[in-house]
């Protein structure tokens, strides 16, 4: 069973940055494709941004590109979302998510290719 804690989330204001974690059990993190997922209030869960197994490949949401970055440490299994020029519409509670995905290429935008999910984080950006 893989199992996905998040951490780093609050209340920053508008324009700053922000690092968020995903610590992964198993022994397996590094044949697993990651990603990142985010809910606002009233809003479906989007798509932010995803990695494949080994980091070499990652893939963003339009309205992040430029201003996050995703990386991951596969000999800690972590995975991290570091987000800088923060806007209030990036407020949501951010969900790191995991795919058996070894050697694949590609990074999946869809949820429901993600088996494994944490329990959220939530960052408020404040204007």
């Known amino acids: 069973q893989v199992q996905l804690v998040e951490s780093g989330g609050g209340l920053v204001q508008a324009g700053g940055s922000l690092r968020i974690s995903c610590a992964v059990s198993?022994?397996?993190?590094?044949?697993?494709?990651m990603g990142w997922f985010r809910q606002a209030p009233g809003k479906s869960r989007e798509f932010v941004g995803g990695?494949?197994?080994?980091?070499?490949?990652?893939n963003y949401a339009d309205s992040v590109k430029g201003r996050f970055t995703i990386s991951r440490d596969n000999a800690k299994n972590t995975l991290a979302l570091q987000m800088n020029s923060l806007k209030p519409e990036d407020t949501a509670v951010y969900y790191c998510?995991?795919?058996?995905?070894?050697?694949?290429?590609?990074?999946?935008?869809?949820?429901?290719?993600?088996?494994?999910w944490g329990q959220g984080t939530q960052v408020t950006v404040s204007s």
């Open positions: 998510a995991a795919r058996p995905g070894l050697y694949i290429r590609f990074v999946s935008e869809r949820e429901d290719e993600y088996d494994y």
């Open positions: 198993g022994r397996t993190f590094s044949t697993y494709a």
């Open positions: 990695t494949t197994w080994s980091g070499t490949n990652t």
